[in-house]
């Protein structure tokens, strides 16, 4: 038959074992993995793509345009025989410059400086002609 200090110990042992069980849940909720990236779906208009390069830019719905000009570009990750007819230059030009209406599914990723790296891992095209 245990003893009480035998049950003190297992009561004292439990208590750190679920202390620890909650403290490690918590932390890997709010730990930051900069090796994970959850994908956000966003829909917008398309003013520029290169096809050959594999880039164009984006402008958000929503978001106000940059009064300087700048712009925010997007990598697309895609071979060449699944690029969608939005964003897919001609024959004698990989360029386009329409404004083109689009989803975007894509990731952010920044590498330890003020540049974050947008990259589209689906683009649907809701233009009827793209």
Request: net charge negative.
């Amino acid at each position: 038959m245990p003893t009480l200090s035998t049950s003190r110990a297992l009561v004292a042992g439990a208590a750190l074992v679920a202390v620890g069980a909650l403290a490690g849940s918590l932390l890997t909720r709010v730990a930051h993995d900069p090796h994970t990236a959850t994908a956000e779906v966003l829909t917008g208009t398309v003013p520029w793509s290169n096809q050959q390069i594999r880039r164009f830019a984006f402008e958000a719905d929503g978001e106000p345009r940059n009064p300087l000009g700048d712009q925010t570009f997007y990598e697309f990750v895609v071979d060449d025989l699944t690029v969608p007819g939005c964003l897919a230059g001609t024959n004698d030009d990989p360029v386009r410059e329409d404004r083109r209406r689009v989803e975007v599914e894509a990731i952010h990723q920044s590498f330890d400086g003020p540049r974050e790296v947008n990259i589209a891992l689906s683009v649907r095209c809701l233009d009827a002609a793209g």
